[in-house]
């Protein structure tokens, strides 16, 4: 099966349900504070996305082949958690933490998937580390993209950086393409491949979102059927957004006020400067 490349009335209704992905992020971002639970922080991204945003959250219920449906609307992964945090009154935030909210609302159809970072309370040194580094790695990976040049671009591009930074890869994991479907193809790697990888077109819309361990790249899941950890323990960070592929680069889909500027080492793209 081929990668769909999106007609501009398809990237148009992307970039909206892209923005309100984002702006969700923003909405929560105040939320993020020692003593709130996931749980709740679930039910606020909930409500928002329904009431509020009109959207629909396309992670509940969310059932790939051979999985249990997924039980909320945000996935929320705490420091050794990779990625498919389930939300939980169970599980309070605590200063130090570092915790990914990674949100996929849908709109006329349309997928918005981003994730981003957030340092509860006061900040650990390894902590802080972990968040730039994974911001660093995305960025690495998505300033790769330009038309002609390959998937494998953007898996080198991460990895290269992951490397010089003695950081790990998750390799189980990755990005997708992504449109009226979710997960889309092409699937895309975060690290090389030795087997051929689509050409970049211009129309082609997935996610970058490059999971780093501060230990070794091996992950494991848990009982729940979702949760996703690092074998070692180490710590774990991803941020996500949704890239389009442009006649001479790309654009980012997933930018709203609370979108954080690109590294300086990113000669692609800037933010926009009236979001
Ligand atoms: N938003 C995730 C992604 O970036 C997918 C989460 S699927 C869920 O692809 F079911 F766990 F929500
Ligand atoms: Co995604
Ligand atoms: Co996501």
Not at 68 to 79: H, K, V
Request: proline share 7%; aromatic share 8%; charged share 20%.
């Amino acid at each position: 099966m081929a990668i769909k490349i999106k007609t501009a009335e398809d990237i148009a209704g992307l970039r909206v349900a892209g923005r309100l992905a984002s702006e969700l992020l923003d909405y929560l971002t105040p939320f993020v504070k020692p003593g709130v639970t996931t749980g709740e922080l679930d039910r606020l991204a909930y409500d928002y996305t329904v009431n509020v945003q009109k959207c629909i959250p396309a992670c509940l219920g969310y059932q790939p082949e051979g999985m249990t449906p997924y039980p909320a609307t945000t996935c929320i992964s705490i420091n050794h958690v990779v990625c498919h945090g389930i939300p939980s009154d169970k599980k309070k935030l605590k200063a130090g933490d570092i915790v990914n909210i990674d949100v996929t609302s849908i709109k006329d159809g349309y997928h918005g998937d981003t994730s981003r970072m957030f340092i509860v309370g006061k900040p650990t040194i390894a902590g802080k580390r972990m968040v730039e580094l994974a911001f660093q790695t995305m960025w690495a990976g998505i300033d790769a993209v330009r038309p002609g040049g390959t998937f494998n671009d953007i898996g080198k591009a991460c990895q290269a950086f992951a490397d010089k930074n003695g950081i790990s890869v998750v390799r189980d994991y990755g990005g997708h393409g992504i449109g009226k479907g979710f997960h889309e193809e092409p699937h895309v790697n975060h690290f090389p491949v030795r087997t051929p990888t689509p050409v970049f077109e211009p129309g082609m819309v997935f996610t970058v979102e490059p999971m780093v361990n501060a230990g070794r790249y091996g992950v494991t899941m848990l009982g729940d059927g979702w949760t996703v950890v690092t074998k070692d323990h180490s710590l774990s960070a991803q941020w996500e957004h949704m890239v389009l592929v442009t006649e001479t680069g790309y654009d980012i889909l997933t930018v709203s006020k609370g979108t954080q500027a690109p590294p300086d080492f990113v000669k692609g793209w800037k933010l926009p400067e009236n979001l």
